[in-house]
């Protein structure tokens, strides 16, 4: 079951972007306006329980296909931490995040990231249909 499903219509972050030479109080910035977007996104939802675990599921929509990045290349973790301060995981560790499946899709109107709770990975891969036509 697909417990919470988030989409931040931003153009997602990378590591390389991170990472790329940036000043700590850049990548600060950075992490800070992703962790209010992620928490505004969460109270968008509603949704105000804790879950005991949850796999997590994240897709990079990048509309076009130029420079689209590796799935490994991901940037995610200050949702991650959004989500734990808002009390619906008690901790990131591998207690509490059984797993990550990662994907990018480009076959998509808009820039945006999505992330997803689930505490089944076949809910998870259904709804993000890995081939990238689906979503």
């Not at 949704?47 to 076009?64: K, S, T």
């Not at 991901?74 to 797993?99: C, H, M, N, T």
Request: with cysteine; net charge neutral; proline share 3%.
């Amino acid at each position: 079951m697909i417990h919470l499903h988030l989409k931040i219509n931003e153009r997602p972050v990378t590591w390389n972007t991170f990472y790329s030479g940036r000043h700590w109080s850049k990548r600060k910035a950075l992490r800070d306006r992703w962790h209010m977007l992620a928490l505004a996104a969460v109270m968008e939802s509603g949704f105000d329980r804790q879950l005991p675990w949850a796999f997590v599921g994240v897709r990079m929509n990048i509309r076009g296909k130029r420079h689209v990045p590796d799935a490994s290349n991901v940037w995610f973790k200050a949702i991650e931490d959004a989500i734990v301060e808002r009390g619906i995981l008690q901790d990131d560790s591998p207690e509490y995040v059984r797993a990550v499946i990662i994907t990018v899709r480009t076959e998509c109107d808009a820039d945006s990231l999505e992330f997803v709770l689930a505490d089944d990975t076949g809910d998870i891969t259904r709804l993000f249909a890995l081939n990238g036509d689906s979503g």
